[in-house]
């Protein structure tokens, strides 16, 4: 795939999210690839992506965790979050449960580590509004948070989200056995 370079962020965004909808298929795997390597190649200029840009890519790269590239974007992108851990509050819900959920199929990588731990104290911010999130996210997010379980952040997260659960009792029947983790 020559050219990906004339790809604008959105437009990788959506073919990773679109193929990683085949993920038996040899051709959308390989596309996956490329543009992994390609986001690789941006790494210093992802700040062009939008959150849920960044978001939907990891997602997308974890349908092939295997894949030396595909980690490589991810680790990317995972120091993008990193450098934008004062703006975690800009975040989506929905985005920081995608993200901690991605990063969670690379438990080895130190990068995804660091901005799964931004993302935690992020959670811990919002302990007060909770509610707001999904049971899926919820779900998500105590999921991979439990790959780094010795960081404080991580614990501290998890706890919140705990609380929450707690609060919820009662409600629980709506938490199905739906929830992708």
């Known amino acids: 795939?020559?050219?990906l370079f004339e790809f604008n962020p959105q437009d990788l965004t959506n073919l990773v999210n679109g193929f990683s909808k085949w993920r038996e298929q040899q051709k959308t795997r390989e596309a996956t690839v490329a543009i992994a390597g390609e986001?690789?190649?941006?790494?210093g200029k992802?700040?062009?992506f939008a959150n849920?840009?960044?978001?939907i890519l990891v997602n997308g790269f974890s349908k092939w965790p295997e894949q030396q590239k595909t980690r490589e974007a991810a680790v990317a992108i995972a120091g993008e979050i990193v450098a934008?851990?004062?703006k975690l509050n800009r975040f989506t819900n929905q985005d920081l449960a995608v993200l901690v959920n991605g990063f969670s199929k690379w438990p080895e990588q130190q990068k995804a580590g660091q901005a799964t731990v931004a993302i935690a104290g992020e959670v811990?911010?919002?302990a007060g509004e909770l509610n707001r999130f999904t049971h899926q996210g919820l779900a998500n997010l105590v999921n991979g948070f439990s790959k780094w379980?010795?960081?404080?952040k991580a614990r501290e997260a998890a706890v919140a989200i705990a609380s929450e659960v707690v609060a919820r009792t009662g409600k629980l029947n709506r938490f199905t056995d739906r929830i992708k983790v």
Do not use: C, H, T, Y
């Open 1 to 3: 795939m020559d050219g």
């Open 39 to 43: 986001i690789v190649a941006r790494a």
């Open 46 to 48: 992802l700040n062009r």
């Open 52 to 55: 849920q840009e960044l978001a």
């Open 84 to 86: 934008r851990a004062s």
């Open 124 to 126: 811990v911010a919002r």
């Open 149 to 152: 379980p010795e960081q404080q």
